[in-house]
C-alpha cells in the first residue's frame, strides 16, 4: 500500500508558476513509477506527465510540453511538477499516482492516487 499526499495548489494569475509536491509513505517509492493526471469541473481525468522510478525518462501531454517539468527525490520520496507560465485552461484538481512498472499515461494503469490539490488559474 502506498499513501500519496499533494501539497502546493492554489490561486495564480495566468503567466505564474506553481510548484506541486507529492509525498509517499511508503520506502519502496524508488520501485514505481509515477505520474500527474488533473480533472477540470466536467471534465474526465487527462494525463498530464509521468516520469519512471529511476527519475531518467519522463513523459509529457502535448498541451504541457515545455512549460511542465516532472521529477523526483527518491531520497525524500517525494515527486514534483514545476509548472510555469500557466494559463486559465490549466486549472484543475491535480492528482498524482504511482504503479508498479513503468509509467504509462493512461489513469487505468496506475495503483494508487492522492486526494489532488486545486489549482486556480486566474485570467
Known amino acids: 500500500q502506498v499513501q500519496l499526499v499533494e501539497s502546493g495548489g492554489g490561486l495564480v494569475q495566468a503567466g505564474g508558476s506553481l510548484r506541486l509536491s507529492c509525498a509517499a509513505s511508503r520506502r519502496t517509492f524508488s520501485s514505481y513509477a509515477m505520474g500527474w493526471f488533473r480533472q477540470a469541473p466536467g471534465k474526465e481525468r487527462e494525463f498530464v506527465a509521468a516520469?519512471?522510478?529511476?527519475?531518467?525518462?519522463?513523459h509529457y501531454a502535448d498541451s504541457v510540453k515545455g512549460r511542465f517539468t516532472i521529477s523526483r527525490d527518491n531520497g525524500l520520496n517525494v515527486v514534483y511538477l514545476q509548472m510555469n507560465s500557466l494559463k486559465p485552461e490549466d486549472t484543475a484538481v491535480y492528482y498524482c499516482?504511482?504503479?508498479?512498472?513503468?509509467?504509462?499515461?493512461?489513469?487505468?494503469?496506475?495503483?494508487?492516487w492522492g486526494q489532488g490539490t486545486q489549482v486556480t488559474v486566474s485570467s
Open positions: 499516482a504511482a504503479r508498479s512498472g513503468a509509467y504509462s499515461d493512461s489513469d487505468g494503469a496506475y495503483d494508487y
Open positions: 516520469i519512471s522510478w529511476s527519475g531518467g525518462s519522463t
